[in-house]
């Protein structure tokens, strides 16, 4: 299975995004599906995450309220949609598919990972 992130851009503060990461198949052991991020010089976050099956959505406190995750499985797609576009929301985005259960925070538990998608949010 391999991951496509795109949609990522140039936006002013306030403006917003949406991110598309499209899976290239679908796989039966998808059990979550995440994003995260890595700012110049900072380690790669967690963002957000969903769970592939039920739909429950995670979101790092830093975006809670902002961003939305969302999928759509006829289409093998979780998008992200990011609202309130902050300075400090200025990064490359990753999206990951996790194959087991864990704590969705954790970047260890994602065995694929996306290209990334470069946002940038400007003043």
């Known amino acids: 299975v391999q991951l496509q992130a795109s949609g990522g851009g140039l936006v002013q503060a306030g403006g917003s995004l949406r991110l598309s990461c499209a899976a290239s198949?679908?796989?039966?052991?998808?059990?979550?599906m995440g994003w995260f991020r890595q700012a110049p010089g900072k380690e790669r976050a967690f963002v957000g995450a969903?769970?592939?099956?039920?739909?429950?959505?995670y979101y790092a406190d830093s975006v809670k309220g902002r961003f939305t995750i969302s999928k759509d499985n006829a289409k093998n797609t979780v998008l992200l949609q990011m609202n309130s576009l902050k300075l400090e929301d200025t990064a490359v985005y990753y999206c990951?598919?996790?194959?087991?259960?864990?704590?969705?925070?954790?970047?260890?538990?994602?065995?694929?990972w996306g290209q990334g998608t470069q946002v940038t949010v400007s003043s």
């Open positions: 990951a598919a996790a194959s087991g259960m864990g704590i969705v925070t954790v970047k260890a538990l994602y065995n694929i």
């Open positions: 198949e679908r796989t039966f052991t998808t059990y979550y």
């Open positions: 969903i769970s592939w099956s039920g739909g429950r959505t």
